[in-house]
């Protein structure tokens, strides 16, 4: 079982930054593919990135790309969404996840099989 705990959100102005973290409990972190989505409020949960275990690949979400960096530290068992030039259509709770699945769709929701409970992100004058 693995347990994932997300932080970083909260309150920026347009173009801004923010860095997330999700923290994943149990062994062989290395192992596991991360990923990051977003739901808005009346809108489907969203991909945004997700980066392999050993973090040589990593996708992301057009909207983001360009604004946006995952990576991870797995001495420290993290996975950070480094976010810069926020919109306010970025305003979402965003969910950490996780799969022990080497090779897939990295995009999908299904691909992934833990979840953490997600953290807002606002972004508002």
């Known amino acids: 079982q693995v347990q994932l705990v997300e932080s970083g959100g909260g309150l920026v102005q347009p173009g801004g930054s923010l860095r997330l973290s999700c923290a994943a409990s149990?062994?062989?972190?290395?192992?596991?593919?991360m990923g990051w989505f977003r739901q808005a409020p009346g809108k489907e949960r969203e991909f945004v990135a997700a980066?392999?275990?050993?973090?040589?690949?990593?996708y992301y979400e057009d909207s983001v790309k360009g604004r946006s960096t995952i990576s991870r530290d797995n001495a420290k068992d993290t996975v950070y969404l480094q976010m810069n030039s926020l919109k306010p259509e970025d305003t979402a709770v965003y969910y950490c996840?996780?799969?022990?699945?080497?090779?897939?769709?990295?995009?999908?929701?299904?691909?992934?099989?833990?979840w953490g409970q997600g953290t807002q992100v606002t972004v508002s004058s």
């Open positions: 996840a996780a799969t022990w699945r080497s090779s897939g769709n990295y995009y999908a929701k299904d691909f992934y099989d833990y």
């Open positions: 149990g062994r062989m972190f290395s192992s596991l593919a």
């Open positions: 980066i392999s275990g050993s973090g040589s690949r990593r």
